[in-house]
């Protein structure tokens, strides 16, 4: 079936005419009152007073398009009703609306074609793209993919739901991938530095931060995709007659056409996962290579700031760049601008700028640098502070270290108590609460409610005891 079998021939005529900032415009404004409806409608009435204030905020003289009827006033005009009732007309015309006559109580509305639905949201998305986060997809599909033994129906409540998301997953990344260069080019282009700095700080914090940077840290593919592989692996060698028979119950084909089909699924989320780190690796690249053009475009803005002394210091700084010898000084110019300007370098840099410096170098070797003596007792002072550094710096491995010793004679003991007991262990101590929730630590804490005092500072006691998980190990 074809394009204009389903929407009327006319359809894109307002957008391609000499209105069709206005139509978009209108269209979009309706097209957000009725969105939200049962039917894409919204009463004549209505209609007509939206486009009459959109017109008489716009104040401008506008001819209505000819479209082949010959009953449209082709006379500018600033009339808002005139236009308005125009506009809507062709706009009827043309197939975007249509005319719902009106009830015995009711009023005739107008309303958009469901067919060009989807196109008034296309519009939408390029004015206003949304932000893609990417969060949380893969995380799903590995959730879904681990527990596919106990599902019912595998195949259209998992395999069927990851493979969509897999494939929306790898459209967005694909469409930020693309739009990259795209954005950098709009938001550089016809600035001034301020600008592009600016607007740059925007790309980071609107697509990198925003869409991005969540994918390539917590949502990391590197995360899950073996996870991933495996479960894929184990739903062909393990799950394959369940998703064929769900599959011939979902898809209604034959059952001896269902398990080549399943494979066929399977492979293409491999493919998807393979595809998926490809267009990671080009986007990481693409960042890279717009990020250094949008720099590079800055600085030339700064350097040659478009007055006749920037242009004079780009003309001279390329010059510069240029001359290697002090023969090419005297050689004659053929460069761009020799047409219009006579540049001598000799006479701007000078007739020896390029000689070797007038004072020769001698052969006499550098004099030894001078070192005083170390002094063992210091050297010493300096490696145990070191030493200590490390001992008590805040890490996971510190603080689980100083959780054993304090446990090793003991069930539990209070952190007041190791306070008195490790009183140069203060910040190992608070690391205790701080790494409380780590997934590999052997130690549980309880807030007691107490506050106390220890070394100047004050700070809830808690009771430090060994993870549970660990006691039960040991029995």
Known sequence: MQLFELVSPRLFRPLAGPNRAFYAELLLLLWEECRHTADYSISRAEAVSRAEDYFAALAKPLALDADGAGDEDEQPTRDPHTLAVGFLLRLRRT??????????????SLSFVPEVAPLLEALEEILNPRVVTYTGKLYKAWQLLGSIGQEKSPYENVLREVDADLEVLNKSLRAL???????????????????????FDQYEEKV??????RFKTSDNLFNYRAYLEEELDDCEENYLPQLAFDYARVERCAPNEAAPRVKALLQKQRDALEEMSLLMREIDASHIRYRKRAVQRAQFLLLSDRSSQGSVTALLRRYAEDIRTPEQ??????????????????????EKFLYPPAAQRTAEPLAPVRTEAFDP???????????????????????????RQALAARPSVNAAVLADEYPHDFARIIGL???????????????TGKWVERGGFRFEDFVLTRRKEEKDGNH
């Open 95 to 108: 197939g975007w609306l249509e005319e719902q006559p009106g009830s015995y109580e009711g009023e005739a």
């Open 177 to 199: 991938n693309a739009s990259i260069g795209h954005y950098i080019d709009r938001l550089t282009r016809n600035r001034t530095p301020q600008e592009v700095l600016e607007l």
């Open 208 to 213: 990198v931060a925003a869409a991005y940077h």
């Open 329 to 350: 000084l005297f050689e004659p110019d053929d460069g761009p601008v020799a047409k219009r300007l006579h540049l001598y370098p000799a006479a701007v840099f000078g």
């Open 377 to 403: 007792e210091q050297l010493r002072k300096e490696q145990q502070l070191l030493l200590d550094y490390a001992r008590l710096a805040v890490t996971e491995e510190n603080v689980a270290l100083l959780a």
């Open 433 to 447: 609460h701080t790494y409380s929730q780590s997934p590999h630590r052997d130690y549980d804490i309880t807030l």
